[in-house]
């Protein structure tokens, strides 16, 4: 983008979403011309990521059309109007299903100002089977009376008060703040204009390239091309579709003749290729497995079971399927596509490798010896698991799943020689991360005693027989191995979607569209509040501790009983380690931490998780920086026992952008309302009786008192006939408009524009002016004024204490020490508060 663009994509948002309400819809071409005569100029590689971004951020209020057009549902639907036939439960129970006769308005009904009748002002809500459920048993609906696509909950009895019954034909209209909710009165009249509606479904359905397209986009694509379409009320569009032989499926309309069956297994094949990173074939074959696998999961005892498999035409798809399964991607595929990374259908999945596996060619036997232990694993049966695996491998000793997932058993037992040797039969990469992993533990032989000596442990017997590769590292060392034994444990787990919420908290403040990815994999704090406050630790060592060395057992144990603190660093060690005290039970310990300690000062607080490591303390999880003003609230959190994603979301505060706020404590939002009165005299005059006005200037000021020191909240300008009005907050901007509405009634909006601070200083792009030596004396008096005002202040990170009442308090002290330590050391800038100054004042130099 040039100089010249908008500066942030809220801005590129709002101006796109007005052209196409102005202009109305339009080809991405036009659009992109349209933008460029308004000074909004997109390169070449800007324009596709740009207005997806838009589409994105309008939520469905901007769409692209069948055609490809771009189009503003709000001012392209406006006007128009909807039809449906009430049913009894609908009458009932005071809802309307949702498609296809209202499918057009699902996605205006998903935005706040459509949820709404009017004039009366009654609420429409959208539920969805089954994430409702509860909303419908309160309100008494049974479930199966609704449909697949939802319905539109009314509040109770609204049909009834309208006189509406069974059969009815209701229209919906949308208005530019709700929608309006009539009966249709003159059914005959509304038959009389369907003829032509099929018709123009079929020529926008026709833009689909002969593919079934959405039908909410059909109609939409058709209302662009007739501005009077359903402007009056035609038949539902449900009878409209049986009427002129149109399918409808799943929301989709669909062309006469289509296959739909054939194209649905073509995009789920498309689909796993994409996924799975695999080619057509094998995707062909991949899903031919899984079809399988759906039907055995759908039948209901042994017997249904046997008859399935011994049917002929069972037979034959099962022989042609089997054999693929010979080819670890195929088979790793049919797991993410099965019981991807959760238990759900781990039973069927080893039931289907059980019961076909004697139909199987031999080169297949493996895979399902594999996918049955990878079922018994997620039903957290790994003694069996284990034997599946092993089983694997004595019929191929080289198949490569297998191994790997044997060399991971053999990392839990604290063997890293044989997940080695494993590891390396099945031709894994030397940057894999548990091949690096188990380099890191391996534990050379002892070069100082002979194979024949007696062993260094005192036992008596020879060293060949005795500790000969079987060596182990201190439980200090081995503390690590234990947390990533854990991280795997829950990598391979069914907590995808754990993992996927506490990372999106995570990540949810950066603009890196990898953030997300990043805080998924490498994040430890996301990793280690799973694993703790999310009780994936303790799974863990329920489902895999017997695995486990037993003095690493017993450290597990340990790790559970150990909670997440705030801690003050009293001493610290570069590179070595540090000194810290638990400000929740005043417990000191000093920890071995060499990578955290180069970061770390003494009098920092940090939040983390110090636990035992044989003769020493660690951090495991990562270290989190606190504030002295978080640091109470966070004490607060923790003890009440906080899940991942609060615990998470609390942490990753500080990178948040800068929340503005005013004095009162309100967003900062940059306003300005320009007005139009009818009679400018008159206003005047209640003005000056209202605000106080500025000198001799047609301007008025509102402040919070009689201080000189105290803010302004809004200024007021009459030039002739305009009232210009601007504020920092929105509440003040509507508090001003209530009150000079009421001052003067001729008053109408002209112009109104409301901006976060953020999004202004986005905008400005020129270097700052100089600050003349008149104005740094005038802000260094302010500053001045306001340090000796801020001292007798109560101070939220004192903990309500003023700064003087901490200075002479022992206990509050160090906090406001800390406190002063935070502040930037300046003092050539005339505009902020100068830190030894007020150390000073207090006596604390």
Known sequence: MTDSTLAVTSDLVDVVAGVLAELGPMTEEKLVSVLAERGVVLGDDDVEDLLTEVLDDEDDLVTVLADERWASLPAMLTGRMFTHRLTGPEVEHDFLDAGPDLDALNALIGHERYQRLVPEGSPVVEVLLPFDSGLLAERGIPLDVVGDNGALLLAPGYLGAKGLAEGDVIALRIADDGLVLEAVADEAAMLQRANTVGDQLSTALDFGDGEPVSLDTVVWTACADDPELFAEPLPPLGEVLDTSGLAYEDELLIPRGFDLQRWRTNGRRAEIA??????????????????????????????????????????????????????????????????????????????????????????????????????????ADVTQAEADYQAAESLDPDWPLALVDLARYASDRGDAARGLALLRRADVPLDDFLAGLLERFQVEPRHDIGRNDPCWCGSGRKYKKCHLHREELPLEERAAWLYQKAAIFMAQGPFGTEVFTVASVRSQHSDDRLALINAMERDPLVTDAILFEGGVFAEFVQTRGALLPDDERLLAGQWQLIERSVYEVEQVRSGEGCTVRDLRTGDVHVVQERSGSRQLKAGALICARVVPAGTTMQIFGGIEPVELQERDELMALLDAKPDPVDLVSFLSRRFAPPALHNTEGEPLMLCEIILRTDDPAALTAELDRTYKRDGDNPEWLEVTGADDLEPIRATLRLDEHELTVQTNSEARADRVLDTVRALDPTLTVVNETRQSALEFAARERSVPAPVTPEVAATLNQYIRAYEQKWLDEPIPALAGHTPRQAAADPTRRGDLIRLLNSFPADPGNPGVMNPDRLRNALGLR
């Open 274 to 379: 994409r996924r799975n990173d695999l080619d057509d074939d094998e995707a062909f074959a991949v899903l031919a497995v899984v079809m399988l696998y759906e039907k055995v999961a759908e039948l209901q005892g042994a017997a249904a079971l046997a008859e399935f498999i011994t049917a002929p035409d069972s037979r034959t798809a099962v022989e042609a399927a089997l054999p693929a399964l010979a080819e670890p991607v195929i088979a790793e595929a049919v797991l993410a596509e099965t019981i991807a990374a959760g238990s759900d259908g781990a039973a069927a999945l080893g039931l289907f490798a059980e019961s076909l596996e004697s139909f199987a060619p031999r080169g297949a036997q493996p895979a399902l010896k594999w996918l049955r232990g990878k079922a018994h694993e997620r039903l």
